[in-house]
């Protein structure tokens, strides 16, 4: 199954709970994953940047990845996020991670060194030849600071064997449009951002891996059926609901404030990993009116 047909809909990038000590709250993540899953997502994805992956140790990576197979029980595909700016220290990873449950890799497009797109190119050919799964690209270059190209998409979807898909969140729409355009039949395309699931979906996209499923499962799902059924009136009319919320979770920085949504739904505790800090105040207390009027 190629995993255009796997990861069809709606994956969520979990986020990782703490203890107010901020110790990995395992118990919590035992409840976001019921919450995500009874709530219709199709699939997770751990370890991605809503994770807090940068602050996380080898030993708590590996811990989460086992806890959530475990935790998952098969109930929906897991990809796993793996992706850095060391190419050699990837290959490394990628080949002595437990990967054996994972649907696919999730792999960041290198940051902060801003390679040429023929690094890009070359960056991944290399993690797609060490990979036991299949990669699913991530260009997310309001992180990273470079942006990955339509072009340098179709290459490796083409050329590499082992590129499965992508998550896009350039947030360019016409890029979006010439990847799907032009992209092999089983390359997945997904979206990576929330307030664009939408227009993406309406554009070719399979679906989107989520920040705010983690806190609305249910509502964030069924809209995105809607999109990929074709009702655009019925998903607008719950995602004109869900763009208030949209805006707080991402007004300061990610994930806090899907973490303050989610601790006031008695998810988790409101507790981040510096340099990360919980919501401020004033929006806070927007979240909090949100959760009220909805």
Do not use: W
Not at 14 to 34: G, H, Q
């Amino acid at each position: 199954m190629s995993l255009r047909q796997s990861l069809y809909g709606t994956g969520v990038a979990l986020v990782t709970p703490f203890k107010s000590n901020t110790e990995v709250d395992l118990d919590a993540l035992s409840k976001v994953i019921d919450h995500v899953i009874d709530g219709g997502t199709e699939y997770v994805v751990t370890l991605g940047t809503t994770g807090e992956t940068p602050t996380l140790s080898k030993e708590e990576k590996i811990a989460i990845v086992r806890f959530t197979y475990e935790k998952v029980n098969n109930r929906v595909p897991v990809v796993v996020g793996i992706g850095g700016n060391n190419t050699a220290e990837l290959i490394k990873e990628l080949e002595t991670f437990p990967l054996d449950k994972a649907t696919a890799v999730l792999s960041a497009s290198p940051y902060y060194n801003k390679p040429s797109q023929e690094g890009i190119f070359q960056h991944y050919k290399a993690l797609a030849a060490a990979s036991p799964k299949p990669i699913l690209l991530y260009n997310v270059p309001g992180r990273t600071g470079r942006n990955m190209t339509a072009a340098t998409t179709l290459r490796l979807a083409n050329e590499v064997a082992n590129i499965g898909g992508i998550k896009e969140a350039s947030g360019d729409m016409a890029q979006c449009m010439q990847i799907l355009r032009d992209r092999p039949e089983n390359f997945l395309v997904v979206s990576g951002d929330d307030a664009l699931v939408l227009p993406q979906i309406a554009c070719g996209m399979d679906g989107v891996i989520s920040v705010a499923a983690n806190a609305f499962p249910k509502q964030f799902t069924h809209m995105v059926r809607q999109c990929l059924k074709g009702d655009f009136k019925a998903a607008k009319s719950l995602n004109d609901v869900l763009i208030q919320a949209y805006e707080l979770m991402f007004a300061e920085n990610n994930p806090a404030g899907v973490k303050a949504f989610m601790a006031d739904l008695n998810l988790l505790e409101n507790a981040l990993r510096l340099p990360m800090l919980p919501l401020s105040e004033g929006l806070h207390e927007q979240v909090k009116a949100f959760l009220k009027n909805n």
